[in-house]
T-cell receptor, first 112, second 116 residues
Framework: DGGITQSPKYLFRKEGQNVTLSCEQNLNHDAMYWYRQDPGQGLRLIYY???????QKGDIAEGYSVSREKKESFPLTVTSAQKNPTAFYLC???????????FGSGTRLTVV | AQSVTQPDIHITVSEGASLELRCNYS??????LFWYVQSPGQGLQLLLK??????LVQGIKGFEAEFKRSQSSFNLRKPSVHWSDAAEYFCAVATYSGGGADGLTFGKGTHLIIQP
């Protein structure tokens, strides 16, 4: 079945370390997105990419970086510059023609 | 800039009772609107979406939503809730540019509690 795979489901890191979250899709979607979710805040857009080798900042890009070397993959790096990295991170993809978005099951990052 | 408001942070409904979750949006162009549901620790599942046409849209799990342009609203309804409907519900509006889909703007969510 087609879908989005985020790994790992839970991730623990020490403060000051960079960490990379994985997102892979086999839906042949052109666009991919990263959202951050905090309690009571809804989901906020971090970065998105509409085509390979191109990406744009979302509303809260500071302290994060991404790459899009393959259509299927859109990894997110949480850098040490991110002041409050503990959160639930969701990856999504979309195909423009049917205006639909599909979400992964998320990665919960805890920085101690 | 676009925005979505869900006025109710928490709603408690008795099992078998009807449900309405409110959503108001602000967007300069034709809105593409969505309702998603999220169980604890899980991703988002699409309940329904509105792009054009009939303003009353049907979704999965017995949910429906009505688009009212004059009120900038897209409220979600269900005639009779089940205990399994307890979850977080998010309303969202999609933004598009010439390059493609620029992502979804979400409301802060409504936490639905079902009383036995």
């Amino acid at each position: 079945d087609g879908g989005i795979t985020q790994s790992p489901k839970y991730l623990f890191r020490k403060e000051g370390q960079n960490v990379t979250l994985s997102c892979e899709q086999n839906l042949n979607h052109d666009a991919m997105y990263w959202y951050r979710q905090d309690p009571g805040q809804g989901l906020r857009l971090i970065y998105y990419s509409q085509i390979v080798n191109d990406f744009q900042k979302g509303d809260i890009a500071e302290g994060y970086s991404v790459s899009r070397e393959k259509k299927e993959s859109f990894p997110l790096t949480v850098t040490s510059a991110q002041k409050n990295p503990t959160a639930f991170y969701l990856c999504a993809s979309s195909i423009f023609q049917n205006y639909g978005y599909t979400f992964g099951s998320g990665t919960r990052l805890t920085v101690v | 800039a676009q925005s979505v408001t869900q006025p109710d942070i928490h709603i408690t409904v008795s099992e078998g009772a009807s449900l309405e979750l409110r959503c108001n949006y602000s967007y300069g162009a034709t809105p593409y609107l969505f309702w998603y549901v999220q169980s604890p620790g899980q991703g988002l599942q699409l309940l329904l979406k509105y792009f054009s046409g009939d303003t009353l849209v049907q979704g999965i799990k017995g949910f429906e939503a009505e688009f009212k342009r004059s009120q900038s609203s897209f409220n979600l309804r269900k005639p009779s809730v089940h205990w399994s409907d307890a979850a977080e519900y998010f309303c969202a509006v999609a933004t598009y540019s010439g390059g493609g889909a620029d992502g979804l703007t979400f409301g802060k969510g409504t936490h639905l509690i079902i009383q036995p």
